[in-house]
């Protein structure tokens, strides 16, 4: 891996970077539950052999490990997405209240633009909700050394710090300076059941001495940030990647960087705005800045200029300093070239094809959750109803039974990861209630979606040493399942009939349909599959499946077109095969 190169020097995503700068401050404990565009700073952690690099089973429990492992005196880091903060934030919450033993850093990668997210939330409000710092970095360099200066400040001020990533920072690459690893010593667990027992009485006495240590942090911001350029006519405050943009399409800018984006160093900036005729902020999402220094009086555009969706760009930023009469109109370039929308597809042999086939020949409603099932709800398929948050499904289903108001079975589908990491207290409170829904837990032994990681019931941990596994079935059954039916989805009648049979249950019941991914941890494939033209009657049944590998034809039996399979996608998984009416599926014929 690039981090172990012996070099002064390395290329180095945001997210190994990150990693780096944990391991120069001396980190001890890592935990994590995978999230895009979060998930390779802890993958980059596991090949650091000092560092006890963990997937937790949930972000809330990877805070609690991190945070208890500060307590035990040493430095802990906690790795997330945006969403993942939504989960954890029981824990953070009163963690800024606790403070901190060692040195603790949460890790938090937002979306903007949600490539891979169902939300843009803006991480800096949970700073300004826990009133904790936030660190901002804007390149893969400053996200190394805002690391280590994360556990710093976490020291001095005895806080949990966050350190807000975001896809352009965790994902593009940059050149770091290497150094060696920090000697921290290791302080031991110390006995203070007023600072970290969450009585009231100790809570109330907590919070005047967060506001205070609110002030110092203000003080703080404020040597942190940077300032360039003398321009008396404009100046622009920004932090984090935005920074960048504005350096790349106005070199000559007269910038305020903030370092730290919370708290923000109201007085620093007011002397700057002093100083300049105009004040923009350049930030992306929220005008999380622009709404702070309007309260303080300081005036000041930044909304009205660029967007407030999606992520920002140089081009957009380009257009909003343009708006703003301070750089020409950008000319117009080349027309994008039109192409073929290529929506997100299951892959090729996914053993999820199956169960949501069978659902949609039953008619089913169903509840779904986040993983790759989640292109279920798109055509061909078009199976899902609705998906929301991380192990709703189940929850969400048993409301949707008690609600009277679907006439079809109410089915939810979750993934075996998604499971373990929200869909188990869903499933007590269905047994709890006698919810007459169907659970089908998807069990792939991955987490597949962000690149195939392990979880708890992988049996394998992050550092590839074997672990006892979570026995799904079993849990099901000890949680008050009766009706608990495990079946190979490439199996489709098996399928089908446990389908049946735990729908006409009454009260809760669960289906497991165990094939491990088909992409993990190598590709798994067969003799591949073709369809004998001759045979095809274009019933187009196969279609319904979504394989990418079944591709239509020019040719046509009574005015349907059939269909062919791309022999290098096909991963001889015999699922179309078995739908065939006329058995014209048949294995390709391997040469003697």
Not at 445 to 460: C, F, I, K, R
Not at 469 to 490: M, Q
Request: glycine share 8%; charged share 20%.
């Amino acid at each position: 891996m690039t981090l172990l190169v012996e070099a002064d020097r390395a290329l180095l995503s945001g997210n190994e970077a990150i990693a780096r700068g944990a391991w120069e401050a001396g980190v001890v404990v890592a935990s994590a539950y995978p999230g895009t565009p979060s998930t390779e700073t802890l993958e980059a952690m596991a090949a650091y052999p000092e560092v006890d690099a963990r997937w937790a089973t949930n972000e809330k429990v990877a805070v609690d490990v991190a945070l208890g492992a500060s307590l035990g005196g040493v430095r802990a880091l906690a790795v997330m997405k945006h969403v993942g903060l939504n989960v954890a934030a029981d824990t953070f919450m009163s963690a800024t209240s606790t403070g901190v033993g060692a040195g603790l850093v949460i890790m938090v990668a937002d979306d903007p633009g949600m490539h891979s997210s169902q939300n843009e939330q803006d991480t800096r409000f949970y700073a300004r909700f826990g009133l904790v710092p936030l660190l901002e970095p804007s390149d893969s360099a400053e996200a190394k050394e805002f690391t280590k200066l994360a556990f710093e400040v976490s020291e001095r001020f005895d806080t949990p710090v966050l350190l807000r990533s975001t896809t352009r920072i965790s994902h593009n690459r940059g050149i770091v300076e290497l150094g060696p690893r920090g000697e921290v010593p290791v302080r031991g667990f110390q006995r203070n059941p007023h600072k970290y027992v969450m009585l009231p009485a100790y809570a109330r006495d907590r919070h005047p001495w967060v506001l205070e240590r609110l002030e110092r942090l203000t003080d703080y911001a404020a040597e942190l940030a940077v300032e360039e350029g003398d321009d008396p006519k404009v100046g622009i405050v920004t932090a984090g990647v935005p920074y960048q943009y504005v350096k790349e399409v106005y070199p000559d800018a007269h910038l305020l960087k903030l370092g730290m984006s919370f708290p923000i160093p109201i007085e620093r900036i007011r002397r700057f705005a002093d100083a300049v005729e105009r004040l923009i902020v350049v930030e992306e999402l929220e005008p999380f800045l622009e709404e702070q220094l309007r309260a303080a009086g300081i005036e000041v555009v930044g909304k009205d200029l660029f967007p407030r969706v999606g992520e920002l760009s140089p081009d957009l930023v380009h257009d909003g300093l343009a708006k703003a009469g301070i750089l020409e109109p950008r000319e117009p370039g080349p027309a994008p070239p039109t192409t073929v929308a290529r929506p997100p597809l299951l892959c090729a042999g996914c053993p999820h094809m199956v169960p949501y086939w069978a659902l949609k020949r039953l008619g089913a409603t169903v509840t779904g959750d986040i993983g790759c099932y989640t292109l279920a709800a798109l055509d061909p398929i078009a199976t899902m109803d609705t998906c929301v948050a991380m192990g709703s499904s189940i929850g969400m289903a048993s409301g949707l039974a008690a609600s009277g108001g679907s006439d079809a079975p109410v089915v939810a589908t979750i993934g075996d990861s998604t499971f373990l990491h929200g869909g188990v207290p869903a499933l007590m409170e269905a047994v709890y209630n006698q919810a007459n829904i169907t659970v089908v837990i998807l069990d792939n032994g991955t987490v597949a979606m962000t690149g195939g990681q392990e979880h708890p019931g992988s049996g394998t941990t992050l550092k590839g040493e074997e672990t006892r596994p979570v026995d799904i079935p079993a849990l099901c059954r000890a949680v008050g399942v009766e009706d608990v039916h495990v079946v190979d989805p490439y199996d489709v009648p098996a399928t089908m009939r446990a389908f049946e049979e735990a729908i006409a249950h009454r009260g809760p019941s669960v289906v497991i349909t165990y094939r491990p991914c088909i992409e993990a941890p190598v590709r798994i494939k067969d003799r591949p599959y073709e369809v004998v033209a001759a045979d095809c009657t274009a019933c187009q049944l196969c279609m319904n499946l979504g394989c990418p590998a079944i591709i239509w034809t020019d040719e046509t039996f009574e005015g349907r077109r059939k269909v062919t399979i791309d022999p290098t996608l096909c991963t001889g998984c015999t699922l179309c095969a078995q739908l065939c009416p006329p058995r014209a599926i048949v294995p390709v014929e391997v040469e003697a």
